[in-house]
């Protein structure tokens, strides 16, 4: 393979292309052993000249003592902390090859190379083709067994936190249904909103939908026909997620304005695949580019930002405020946030709020990831 004045060349794709031991596949090769090494002031090394030897097999190649010298090199060039154009050298070459070059095969995006997972004991691997359903059963047989509370902590008096698991056996006993817990969540949220330290869990939310969701998962359950152990769960959803009949805002006041939400994002969707009832847009840091959750720009009927549920005189912190904080208050045992740099990790470990320890990875499918739950 030349350089410079050589023709473009074909790459193969890396399937066909075998580097065992009799290889005949060839390669660049830089003679690092010809490197020129010119002192400057106060014997400062200034220019590193590296030569590219002709093309060798693959099988012929001895990388290790030119690696490591060339190691060597830049190490004491970079403890003397110079500025040296080896860099440009290279990428000029690259650049060159790249540019004249004719790729057989399209882009991948996602690393397709065969993947042998470790077999970890207490894993459960999900099938990327399950259906949404099929997975959120999977999840709750992972699930240790905890003691049913009873239906009488949903009073306003005796509130406690529920979790799925506690809210879908006490649907399928018929002990609640899932009309009773819109109807105890709406008033709690009426109630956090107009006291005299409003939370402001919420940017947007609609009783009317809230209720006729919960009726129709009452129903089903009625009929024995629910989707899974998420129908008749309240979730609640960050406000930068897509999800009808709410507005986008990202927590501004212009951004639903110039993006319309047309639709639910996937991840909605398949929430709503299960019976989950939507309960509403979480408050949030300003487009998420914020850690405390203070946000001047809410809707009229909110105030500032979301407090913190175990002290209301503090703030909940961000970005993702309003879900840690309507899990934390135990509102729903579940809400949807977005994590920027760390942000929804810190804030839920401010309040308590366990995140999943789930694990994806890319397989066949960019949009189709695998999932994987540890067993408690």
Known sequence: ????????????????????????????????????????????????????????????????????????????????????????????????????????????????????????????????????SERVQWAINCLPLTSNKSPDDLKSSSFRRWTITDYSRAYSSAEITPLRVAEQFINALRESSTSALPMSFFINYDAEDILRQATESTLRYKRGDQKSALDGVPIAIKDEIDCSPYPTTGGTKWLHKVRHCTGDACCVMRLRSCGAIIVGKTNMHELGAGTSGINPTMGENFLVTTRNPYDPNKIAGGSSSGSAAVVSAGLCPVALGVDGGGHAVRTYLEHKVEKPAVRTYPEHKAEEPAVRFYKS
Not at 27 to 45: F, Q, R, S, T
Not at 49 to 56: N, R
Not at 90 to 102: E, H, I
């Open 1 to 132: 393979m030349g350089l410079f004045g050589a023709a473009g060349v074909v790459y193969k794709p890396v399937e066909s292309i075998d580097l065992g031991p009799a290889s005949n596949e060839f390669y660049l090769k830089a003679n690092v052993k010809d490197i020129c090494l010119v002192p400057g002031v106060k014997d400062h090394w200034d220019v590193v000249v590296i030569h590219i030897e002709k093309e060798q097999p693959h099988s012929q190649v001895d990388w290790k003592p030119d690696i490591d010298a060339l190691i060597d090199v830049l190490v004491r060039l970079s403890a003397r902390n110079r500025t040296f154009i080896y860099h440009d050298i290279f990428g000029t070459c690259k650049l060159y090859l790249v540019s004249n070059a004719t790729l057989e095969e399209s882009p991948m995006f996602v690393p397709l190379h065969p993947f042998v997972d470790l077999n970890e004991q207490q894993v459960e691997h999900i099938d990327s083709d399950a259906s949404p």
